[in-house]
């Protein structure tokens, strides 16, 4: 049964990631039947961040009431009908109601589903779940591009990701008797009956503060890499345009290969081990990034930035039970997600800024100075909340 429930779980963390990337993948076709600038896929996008700080801040709240399978089936469930919303908006306004609903789905089931796994899983099965969430954000774009190109338009896209996701609802409705069995009813009798924390309560949590910088800034470095790559290969490297947009795709693959890996050596290393091992990687990729040269050097730094990335997300997550208890870790994953967001919708935009003023060639040097903030952080974390188990 239980193994049954995890492949549940993998296919959840599927469709975590199907519709991540179908905004990308179909904005280029709706914005100018929206009659809308380029630039406002930015408010959507906005939105949607939003919505999904604020669910992720009420996850535990959540959890505790409903419990981590009602609350990932009726947020799936949610983001379904928000898919459904986004295939037969007409304006872009109808656009923006939809992306709330959008957000507040994914906010409330990334936070529960990682918990539940932090809790009753391996940290291998972390990291490769985390993986399969790269399959699906792989996956999304390739069902838009399917839909445009057969002449059905990206509001078939949207629809063919929601089918796919209300599918998935009814498996996790049906799977909810194995997430009673797997997590014990008593384990969450025993959590329910706390009183959810408040976020003041929560921050005060020795090491909360750290955690949550860290996730800042490692979300800050994952995206601000995921939308600059092209350009620093573009405007400070000479890439070919078309050239650019394709490699900076070894970013995706140096995570997605370096998250399946990091899963057999979790068995050996710590999360903690892990974690430290990832950020060498990214100033590995870094100090690859700084050196003069021709942009095959940039392509192995991409690609080593990727390989860092892997095991730090996952295994960040994965170690928060033991940081800060079972009792405890719903609350903070779920302000850890919340500052995740944050870290995405802030610090991408400020290098666009500091770019477009100064030059984008300081790309490597904005990496390196969050990694170095998020370095400090963890070893702060781990002083201050060491490991209990």
């Known amino acids: 049964m239980i193994q049954i429930l995890l492949a549940v779980i993998y296919l959840a963390f599927i469709s975590l990631g199907l519709p991540d ?9 709706m914005y100018p039947e929206f009659g809308v600038p380029v630039s406002w896929a930015g408010v959507v996008s906005m939105i949607i961040a939003a919505g999904t700080i604020v669910s992720s801040l009420q996850s535990d709240r959540l959890t505790r009431r409903l419990g981590a399978g009602k609350v990932t089936a009726f947020s799936v469930a949610v983001t379904a009908v928000a898919l ?42 972390m990291s490769w779940l985390h993986c399969m969430w790269g399959v699906g954000a792989t996956l999304g774009p390739y069902i838009m591009g399917y839909a445009l190109s057969g002449g059905q338009g990206w509001d078939a896209g949207y629809r063919y990701v929601g089918i796919i996701q209300i599918t998935l609802t009814a498996i996790l409705f049906f799977s909810l008797p194995l997430w009673k069995k797997n997590g014990g009813t008593e384990e969450k009798e025993r959590i329910s009956e706390e009183r959810p924390l408040t976020l003041k309560q929560i921050v005060r949590i020795p090491g909360a503060k750290e955690v949550m910088l860290c996730f800042f ?50 068995m050996k290393l710590s999360d903690t081990q892990m974690i430290r091992l990832g950020m060498v990687l990214i100033a590995a990729g870094v100090a690859v990034l700084f050196l003069p040269g021709a942009w095959p050097l940039s392509l192995a730094g991409f690609c080593l930035v990727g390989l860092g990335c892997a095991p730090v997300y996952p295994c960040i997550i994965h170690s928060t039970p033991g940081h800060f208890g079972a009792e405890r870790s719903q609350a903070v994953i779920g302000v850890q997600m919340a500052s995740a967001y944050v870290g995405t919708c802030l610090m991408p935009p400020l290098f666009g800024i500091i770019a477009n003023h100064i030059t984008v060639a300081l790309f490597p040097a904005y990496i390196l100075a969050l990694l170095i903030l998020m370095a400090v952080m963890h070893e702060l974390l781990t002083k201050k909340a060491p490991v209990k188990i």
Not at 107 to 124: E, F, I, M, Q, T
Not at 231 to 255: D, E, H, N
């Open 21 to 29: 990337s179908l905004l990308g993948s179909a904005w280029p076709s």
């Open 217 to 266: 800034c490692y979300c800050a470095i994952e995206q601000t890499t995921i939308l600059w790559a092209s350009s620093y290969l573009r405007l400070y490297k000479g890439v070919p345009a078309g050239t650019a947009a394709g490699f900076a795709g070894v970013f995706f693959i140096g995570i997605t290969a370096g998250r399946a890996l990091s899963g057999f050596i979790t």
């Open 84 to 125: 459904f919303g986004f295939s037969f908006s007409k304006s872009f306004w109808m656009l923006c109601l939809w992306a709330v609903p959008y957000g507040l789905g994914a906010g409330s089931v990334d936070a529960a589903l990682n918990n539940y796994v932090a809790l009753h899983y391996k940290s291998r099965h």
